[in-house]
């Protein structure tokens, strides 16, 4: 398998009840994991704090951050290994994706 460079999009959920400084630091501990193994970071989406389908670690909320990053496709599978061991970090999903999106639009669910 050929490692190449790829462009993710990785979407973070930080326990709500850190305070501000903790949670810049948590979120600065995931970007270095990607930018320390030669990745790149280019776009940040702060989605703020939402409420949680469903109690993890049993917390009911979470702050919800979006990540738009190049990585070594090799690489990925280290940086999650650090994700795994990183107490603030209530979920994660790394997906490739073919573009950066500048802003984000969320249609409404039919009630």
Do not use: C
């Not at 948590?26 to 280019?42: F, N, P, S, Y």
């Not at 776009?43 to 979006?66: C, F, M, N, V």
């Amino acid at each position: 398998m050929k490692n190449k460079t790829q462009l993710y999009e990785g979407m973070y959920i930080l326990n709500a009840t850190l305070s501000e400084d903790a949670r810049s630091k948590a979120l600065d501990r995931i970007k270095a994991g990607i930018t320390d193994r030669g990745g790149q970071v280019h776009r940040e989406h702060d989605l703020g704090r939402r409420k949680l389908a469903y109690p993890i670690q049993r917390s009911r909320e979470g702050h919800y951050y979006l990540l738009y990053f190049t990585s070594n496709s090799k690489d990925v599978g280290e940086i999650w290994k650090e994700y795994h061991l990183n107490e603030d970090l209530l979920r994660f999903m790394t997906l490739q994706t073919e573009e950066i999106k500048e802003t984000l639009e969320f249609k409404q669910l039919p009630e």
